[in-house]
């Protein structure tokens, strides 16, 4: 309780506010009947915020006598049942709702003589843990194969009423009884643990079923009786376990239940050994905090599950009090009703949604999802709270007692607070705020990397991704893969709509263009509102920093492949050699988006994993590096002629590579020091004969980045010989009449074999002659490169039964002593999916662009405080938790890298050894 000595006399008005924390949410503190009755019974005033997901209606509250008000402004006491977000908090008001800063405020409604908690939702998380534990029980032996009773039991959320349950629980005990549960399961045993509120509702639901309960020193040996008769299988067994059942004094096996609340340290827990592995459903229900031993460590449930007898037993846990990594330690995360299981390996120590391993169930907000009866009785609990409240007796001793603030200011019983504020404000960075709050996430542009950032995102739970586009068919069919996004139309030159989307949201991710960037950030700063990109940071995106910093924003940028965990795993490496006291020497980075070595079957050797402007543009980039001392400067005309000609990285790759921009600008950025390096390039992989031909269409024009030129009156060709025509400015648009054209451009021969390489692709690119490739695409663009790009798109995509790879590999020389010098390599070549002619692969460009943009993301929502300011992931803060996060990737989604180091003892010996030595 909050509350204001703002003066006030008489009966004071109640406000009901609309809950906002997630769109299950749906209860609320005080039901229309109570609410009538405290009108009736005090003259009081209701006002009722209103809300489209409440489980009583704004009418049923009107039909009650309240009034329904957006602004709770007009009420003196404001109730709600989750904690209401900062920014909502209306000043001299008071409140009264959950806060989880403490154990504290209607947690504080108490017996005064027998301290028990007056007013709580306990028993419904029992029932519905259970509930959707039974669910889940069926669920997981469908995954193992078999067809059970269970399989008829629904999550909590889709039955009217507890009743319904309960009556829909006995059909499915008939069931039982009749056909048996699956006889490689049997007996099924549901260890019940705790003896509080919840688990008196798991147990009231529990026996619902054909039961019979055990005695947990009985469980091996009845489980071990087993011999596959009927008579095991024709009814559930539950087992009632508390701390006297698992936990032992270490000194000399002995329980002292005082001893052991009072000095739990003492303790040891044999529950991995007697229970867990005759149990089949875990319903955990315990109090837990750090000093009690774990339920089940991560080791313990390894040597369980290693065990073949073990198969079926302790397939799922119902984790009700979901302390995270506490009493069930691979309880790694509270899951949501939408998403209620997900899974762990205990071999590998991998938590997936591949249905193997052991299920788990831990959805934090349970009472949530039987909305209408643990409304009524909480209700019912907390009305004659509410009636000394609007009474304005605020000396009544059990309201006195919840109230932890007054006239603003702490009770000296909760002054401790103070201090934990204090070390917030002094140390903000390492506070992480655990918030399980729906967030909202924008993600601007649904082109091709989009997908695997969306899957990503979806399975963390809570996290909405609404998509704004241009192109509304794309952005749909992105959307129609996943469950919980929406889609907006967008123009990203309209401000006003940037900033309703912008504003409507919590983060916003741009996957646009990367001109269209800085649009989004200036809108993201004015609202306050975090960034994030997958492209270079331009000079107009530079020149936001200190507005982004001043207004507490982060906008961060190159987080995708490359720019993006390139710099990741660069770092990590960097930060090892400083750290034992090496200086790095040479640093030469490649990476390439290209066909499998199979699928790169056209002149080019490439075909589009991203957007095409940006591969076209790349080849235009003036770049700069130091190569063996010397400092090469490229102009961006002359970058595809001047590329290095053989990259022998792997053998089995015949790869060339472009010099990627400025390489020496991030000799600080990564902290390195100039005066030491031999060598410092980063540069972008092709398979050989792409630069040459892509130069000749460089030469020709077809990158031309001119605004287009009226072309007969539009700035649309009718067709692909209208382009070429305009580019090469002919008139005739034969085979021969290009030949020539192409030859006197690039001053060749006509039978030169570039003249008929450049001429035979425009050709199988619909470019020459009459051919009706595109005449139901437009053809137009605001320069001939986006045009052109629009075309090689067109031509050289990946089919469903092609793939495409990627390919990172770096490496550095560190020097420790004069006779002490490494090499360290880190490398990544992924694959991309194959489809089937329903649906696309997915492609590892998107994947590693898409998931390292997805985790940055996260992390910049679970992380208020992270750094501010248009940056890179090239801080700890980020690079750190990204590299571990891409580690604990499932294996379809794996990004890993391999890292090598080797020894030498002179840095020529090292160099010689190195790509360096090697790149012509
Ligand atoms: N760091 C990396 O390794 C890496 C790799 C690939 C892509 N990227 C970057 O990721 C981003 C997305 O790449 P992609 O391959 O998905 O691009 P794409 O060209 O496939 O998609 C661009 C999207 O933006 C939309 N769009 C374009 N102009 C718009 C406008 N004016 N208003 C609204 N929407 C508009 C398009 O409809 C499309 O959905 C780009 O910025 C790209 O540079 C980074």
Redesign the pocket.
Known sequence: MYYSTYPKSGILSVGIRREDKNIWERRSPLTPADVKRLIEETGTNVFIQPSKNRIYNDLSYEKAGALVSEDLGVADIILGIKEVPISKIIPDKTYAMFSHTHKVDYELIRDPITKKRLVMFGKYAGYAGMIDGVHGLGQKMLAMGYNSPFIHVGMSHVYPSLDSIKNHLKLVGKLIEENGVPKDFGPVVFTITGSGNVSQGVKEVFECLPHEYIEPKDLESFVKNYDGSFKYLNKVYGVKVNAKDYAYRKSDGAFDYNEYKSNPELYSSNFHEKIAPFTTLLVHGIFWNDKYPKLLTKKQLKKIKQDPKNKYRLITISDISCDIEGSIEFTNKASIIDKPFFYYDSIKDHHHQDKEGVQIMSIDNLPTELPDESSFNFSKLLYPTVLEMVKNNFENEILKNSIITESKKLKSEHSHLYDMLKKIKEDASKIVVIDNSLKKVLL???????GPFIKYLEDQGNIEVSI????RK??EDLSSNFKYTKVYD????NLESVDRLVSDNDIVV?????P??PIFAKSAIRHRKNMV???YISYEMKSLDESAKNNGVTILN???????IDHCSAMKIIDNIKDRGGKVKSFISWCG?LPAAENGNNPLGYKF??????VLTAGLNPAKFLLNKEMIEIKGDDLLERNFKNVPLFKGFSFEGLANRDSLSYIDVYGLNFKDLDSMLRGTLRFKGYSELMNGFSKLGFLDLKPLSENNGSTSFKDGSDFTNYVLGVRYNDYSSVTDAVSKKLGLSKDNRITSLITKSLKSFGLIGDTKDYQSYELTGPTVLDVFGQILQKNLYYTPTERDMVVLNHEFIAEFSSNEYELHSSSLVTYGTLGNSKKKGETA??R??GIPAAIATKIILEKPTIAKGVIRPTIKEFYLPIMNRLDHLHMNDSIRFVEKVDKYESFGSAKYASIVSKIQ
């Open positions: 601007a542009g649904s082109g091709m990397v989009t704004a586009s241009n192109n794309e952005a967008l123009d990203a030159n741009s996957m646009l263009p990367a269209l960037h990109t997958a492209s190159e987080i995708g492949l490359d720019p993006g988006g994993s991203w957007s095409p402007r940006g460009m998107a590693t662009v």
